[in-house]
């Protein structure tokens, strides 16, 4: 990519005064006192600090400057501005705080802070660390933050911030240029299924498809793995499409860093642990999927299926339980190779028990942008010859930018039939319904986690009344 066409993020660098730098320097001493005297327990809350910092800038500066009055809204940026040196961090601090960007990378001290802006795509910014110290020091800082270290025994860190946005950390000897930081930043208000609608990523058809398929009509639900290349959006359509899944399943996530926020109530989310300092602790998404058949679940979702755990997930999938996951892959066919193959090694004939492979895909525009969309949706039909057959049912065609329906008949909905004692007509009539409800959802904006959680929610306690509802306010 040339350089020049990378379009500017600029940060309004603000530099304190003499005063305030000598008030700043004050205000730390003050909280490592405090946190030294309170030992473990020193834990505020950020809400709290700031009232303290307010308070004490108060008194402060009013010790000071006897005659004039400050007003209250410098006293409220300032003591903004120190809680986000106190607790923040540092240099990228404004970065961390705007929603608008989607990942945050520091590739060394010689060149600028990169961003991913949602709208504008790939930006540089005026930022840059002075020197790989600097650097060191916030990696350093954050790892303290979670509980963590990085050195150059254990070069790499992978952990997720308390806002929930994941985090990478490289230093020398593994990132030959010096120390590397990538923040793949938290989405508080989480694309949900309308959003995916919207953005045609996924298709109006698609979705009431996968929905009629996930839900199985309580006869049986589909299982289905959600591939892709790397951030080509895995997890949020996997956490978007989850919607669907009926309310009255027991749900278990496990993952490596909490990402997926499933809007249902009977939901147990799980972590995995690396060892300690020891060596000692470790828990794997292995040791969680175990655990998990131990807890009675209708639904595991397993957030990326990446060595051991595939085999205990087939396990569980082929032993009545449902599942979703994601896989780094760049086909349907590749996704098979992959679980088949080590670390995974499933056997094939245990992966039948998928559905639905889902692929997504992200598509990179000359101008450094990019979108998003499922490229691909094929069922797992059976086997043949000791090769596991596929049906393409959707594609996506790029000249129209379209997810077309390329295939008549579907072995998913053919199951779902014959366990019903529906007919595929009747099927067909039940997703009609529910594309109905989603465009209700579209036509009257309701997007949110909450929201679109809630019509689903009601459609399954009572479909007919939603359908009428919808109908008489059309
Ligand atoms: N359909 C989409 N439209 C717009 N933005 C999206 C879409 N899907 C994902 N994103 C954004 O792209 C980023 C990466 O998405 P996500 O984490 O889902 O990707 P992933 O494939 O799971 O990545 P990884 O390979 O790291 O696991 C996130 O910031 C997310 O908000
Ligand atoms: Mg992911």
């Known amino acids: 990519m040339n350089n020049e066409i990378i379009p500017q993020y600029n940060v309004i660098k603000r530099e304190y005064s003499h005063n305030e730098k000598i008030l700043l320097g004050e205000m730390r001493e003050n909280l490592v006192d405090l946190a030294i005297s309170t030992g473990e327990n020193f834990q505020a809350s950020e809400e709290k600090l700031l009232n303290d910092i307010r308070n004490f800038l108060f008194l402060r500066i009013n010790e000071t400057n006897e005659n004039t009055n400050v007003s209250n809204e410098y006293l409220d940026d300032l003591s903004r501005r120190f809680l ?35 709208e504008y795509g790939m930006m540089k910014t005026n930022l840059q660390f002075g020197n790989e110290g600097e650097l060191r020091d916030l990696i350093d800082s954050i790892a303290r933050q979670i509980n963590r270290r ?218 450094g942008m990019s979108f998003r969309r499922v490229s691909e949706v094929a069922e797992v039909v059976g086997m043949e010859e000791g090769t596991v057959q596929l049906n393409k049912i959707f594609q996506w065609n790029p000249e129209r930018d379209t997810i077309e329906n390329v295939c008549i008949t579907s072995h998913t909905l053919e199951q779902i039939a014959s366990l019903s004692g529906k007919t595929i007509t009747e099927l067909h009539h039940e997703i009609e319904n529910r594309k109905i409800v989603l465009k209700h959802m579209i036509n009257q904006d309701i997007r949110s986690v909450e929201d679109v959680n809630s019509v689903i929610e009601l459609y399954y306690k009572n479909p007919q009344k939603v359908l009428n509802r919808i109908i008489l306010n059309r």
């Open 150 to 367: 990085i050195d150059q025994e254990s070069p790499i860190l992978d952990g997720r911030l308390i806002d929930g946005s994941r985090i990478n950390a490289t230093i020398p000897p593994v990132s030959a240029d010096g120390p590397s930081l990538t923040i793949r930043k938290f989405r508080r208000d989480p694309l949900t299924v309308i959003d995916l609608i919207n953005s045609r990523t996924i298709s109006l058809d698609l979705a009431g498809f996968l929905w009629l398929c996930i839900d199985g009509l309580g006869v049986k639900s589909a299982n289905a793995i959600i591939s892709g290349g790397t951030s080509s959006g895995k997890t949020t359509t996997l956490n978007a499409l989850s919607a669907f899944i009926n309310p009255n399943e027991r749900i278990i996530t496990i993952e490596d860093t909490l990402e997926l926020q499933i809007p249902h109530e009977h939901v147990i989310r799980m972590e995995t642990r690396p060892a300690n300092v020891e060596g000692k602790g470790e828990l794997t998404m292995n040791d969680l999927v175990k655990n998990s058949l131990r807890q009675r679940p209708d639904r595991i979702i397993v957030g990326e299926v990446r060595a051991g755990e595939a085999i205990t997930l087939f396990t569980a999938l082929n032993t009545g339980h449902s599942g979703f996951g994601t896989l780094h892959s760049n086909d349907a066919r590749e996704t098979i190779t992959r679980l088949t193959n080590e670390p995974m090694s499933v056997p094939e004939i245990m992966i039948q028990a998928i559905d639905f492979i889902i692929m997504q895909n992200r598509i990179y525009t000359p101008s």
């Open 84 to 118: 986000r040196d106190i607790i923040g961090y540092g240099k990228i601090d404004s970065l961390i705080q705007d929603d608008e960007l989607e990942e945050i990378m520091i590739i060394g001290t010689d060149k600028p802070v990169f961003v991913y802006h949602r």
